[in-house]
Structure formats: C-alpha cells, structure tokens
C-alpha cells in the first residue's frame, strides 16, 4: 500500500514536470510569436502608407482640368 503511494507520487511529480516542461515551451512561442506579429503589424502600417502616398501621387499626375482659358504668352513659373 505505502509502495503504491509512494508510485503514484513519483508519476505525479513526473507528470507535473512535463507539464510544466510543456507550458514553458508553449510560453516561449507565445512570445516569439507576439514578437512577429508586432512586427507584421508595423510592416503592414508602412505599407499601407506607401500605397496611400502611390494613390495620391497618381491622382496629383493625372488632375485634368476643364474650363479654364490657355494663354500662350508669358511666364507660366
């Protein structure tokens, strides 16, 4: 009896060990992960203000405007 509790003692200890051996890992990657992510974050944002500025700037080079008289003479700087 007292061999039995002292086995399934030492299988709990054991099973405690590994899974404890487990959470420090799945912590380890939970954080290498948030690492990564912030960084995907940060990227995307810069993206997002890179396709803004090509946006605009397309927009800037193709304005047409209507209506309004040419004059040939003069300086036009």
Do not use: H
């Not at 948030?34 to 995307?44: C, G």
């Not at 203000?49 to 309004?68: H, K």
Request: aromatic share 4%; proline share 0%.
């Amino acid at each position: 009896m007292v061999a039995d509790l002292s086995e399934t003692k030492d299988n709990t200890r054991k099973s405690k060990e590994l899974m404890e051996n487990k959470l420090r890992n799945v912590q380890a990657l939970f954080d290498e992960n948030a690492v990564e992510i912030n960084d995907l974050m940060r990227k995307n944002e810069k993206m997002k203000e890179s396709v803004l500025d090509i946006q605009m700037r397309s927009m800037r080079d193709n304005l047409i405007f209507s209506g309004i008289q040419e004059y040939e003479e003069g300086n036009t700087e």
